[in-house]
């Protein structure tokens, strides 16, 4: 245990117990504090503060509800939010016309009773785009679109601080734009669409676009800048650029690129944000601490970068202990994140701290 750990468990008990409400904002009746891990440093968001960053993770809703340790952890370390797939437009609106918003209000309400600001994710991805968005025609696609992004952005004006409103839109192999429904449906045109509406919807909240690979400097993040920079000399209502920073420590981008990167995108006067950063260390080489201790180091430069740009406004994580992470699902098993399975805080963790605090 770091010194002064006894004492930031009993403030972190006497600031959950404080809390007075459900997981996700709704009243309760009293109960037992949270079990609170052992090791129990600083919370991140302090470190995040003295760097001015916003510093998040992705959360699903029911782990919110069922979990203590995941809601407390969360809550504790955290000041942003965004919703791992419950804000997409599949669980949103998977049948025409017929919405659901349980799962994001869950999210927006534990935010609001926890004093954190939400990040909603995302208006268009074509992966999570329902079929029978798929099979409509050029005209009805223009319409669905309009709808979907009025009625969730309506939905959520005032208590949603940042959009992500296009995610993934450009192609890996030759940096021009994804062949998707959208694409195809409306034509390039509706990228500035999709920021125009949502801009009408709620003029207060800021809007991004989103993608992977596009960190360091290569043909995916030059086609990103060529994009958003045509979007800004155009008009159009963008305010920022998410990296997601999805990456494997046996391989990634020099920090030294990626800060080159975020600042040709910041001198567009835009801003940037990592968006879903986690580091896998499957491929290494060498034992589990050795290991532990090389993402370690990612994470403190990657986040470094950040820390060190003013116009790099949040760092959010895609979720935060290796319970839960879509990498094992999607890559196979690794430990990705800043907590490990137990919510202990691992080296991963005090890389980021460093980096906040310019270590
Ligand atoms: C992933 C979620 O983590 C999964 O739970 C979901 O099933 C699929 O999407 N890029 C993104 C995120 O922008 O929305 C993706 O999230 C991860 C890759």
Redesign the pocket.
Known sequence: MKPGGVALVVALVVTVGACGGGDDGSPTTPTNPPPVPTTDPDPLRNAAAVAGKWVGA?VQSSLLRNDATYAATFRKHFDYVTA??EM?WDPLQREPGVFDFSGGDRIVRFAESSGMNVKG??LL?H??TPAWVEELSPPELRIAMEDHIRTVVQHYRGRVAVWDVV??AIDDSNGGLRDTVFLRGLGPGYIAEAFRLARQADPDALLVY?D?GGEGLNQKSNAIYNLVRGLKESGVPIDGVGL?M?LSAAGYPPAGQIAANVARLADLGLLVNIS?MDVQIRDLAGDAASRLQRQREVYREAVGVCAAQPRCDAVTF?GFTDAHS?IDEFFGEDDPLLFDEQYQAKPAFFGVEDAFLGR
């Open positions: 992705a791992e797939w997409k994710h995302a991805w992966q999570a995610n993934e989103n992977y997601q999805h879903e895609w879509w």
